[in-house]
């Protein structure tokens, strides 16, 4: 078994976290003999500083033929002067389009020693593990048209939130799919009672769920009540599956459930098996380069990258168990480190997952 994996660390804390988890990614693909071969690029901030453009073609070019994308984040203040289309996170969204990638996987998982890092009662979070599923190259972030025009005399911003029907019925796909293997329950996400769109896509996921998937229990709702359920009542959900911008709000709160942003890690894949993973927190500007930032979730991105790219489920199993044991030990950086004055940072949390191991 081989692969390649190309590794874009980014800005801010990427820089940090992202060596980490390719020391945890090269010590378990030895041990299980699966070839990776490894090549390093740039993209966002630190690509316009050098290359003038946040995604330069020798990284897309690097990028198409890799089986994996160990990314870390992209942005950061100093970069925020920029028009909208070259800061550096147009590099990341081109990236998505470019590959194809328009499943976005994040699930939240609360281990079990977490559970008073969460900002919930443990007792609604206890043995969480709840999927969110991402559509993530249509919907407002790609519609056109954008902009900026003059109206009367004054300025208007504008963006088109929109969708095709062959977007939604393979992310559609995608989610039952899913939830087949798990508890077999698909949550729709939307605002049906307000925009167009998304009672096209209401439509299109109800007419797929009984012409292939009558198996699989469908229920839908706004995302206002979805934000509020997902901090009421976590546990009721499987698989959440909803449009860009939702998904991309959706997932942050149900990180939080789980003690930390640093706790979530993502994979988003396309119709070929290759798959970009990255950790949810961004680029934490605030906190970079002091050694504070929590490499879980990129280590357990390279546990989905194991899991649904290179199909090594025992690689990515014995990841997640090796995490869950340092936990379990009370290693803690500061961001779930709750009541306890005693943290590691970023390198020493690394090192404990390496001795787990």
Known sequence: MSGKVLVLPGDGIGVEVVPVAVKVMRKVANDAGIKLD???GLVG????????????????????TADVVLFGGVGGPKWDHLPMAERPERGLLRLRAELGLFANLRPAILFAPLAAASSLKPELVADLDVLILRELTGGIYFGEPRGVREENGEKVGF????????????????????????GRRVCSVDKANVLEVTQFWRDVVTRIHQTEFPHIELSHLYVDNAGMQLVRAPKQFDVIVTGNMFGDILSDIAAMLTGSLGMLPSASLGSTGKGLYEPVHGTAPD??????????????SVAMAFRYTLNAGACADR???????????????????????????????????????
């Open 38 to 40: 490894f090549d390093e």
């Open 45 to 64: 901030g630190v690509a316009i500083d050098q290359h003038g453009t946040s995604l330069p073609d020798i990284t897309l070019n690097s990028a198409k």
């Open 287 to 300: 906190i970079a380069g002091r050694n504070f930032a929590n490499p879980l979730a990129t280590i357990l």
């Open 159 to 182: 963006n088109t939130d929109i969708y095709r029907e062959h977007e939604i019925v393979r992310i559609a796909r995608v989610a039952f799919q899913l939830a087949e293997k798990r």
């Open 319 to 357: 990841i997640e168990k090796a995490v869950a044991r340092v936990l379990a030990d009370g290693v803690r950086t500061r961001d779930i480190a709750g009541d306890l004055t005693s943290v590691v940072g970023t390198v020493e949390m690394g090192e404990a997952v390496m001795a787990a191991l």
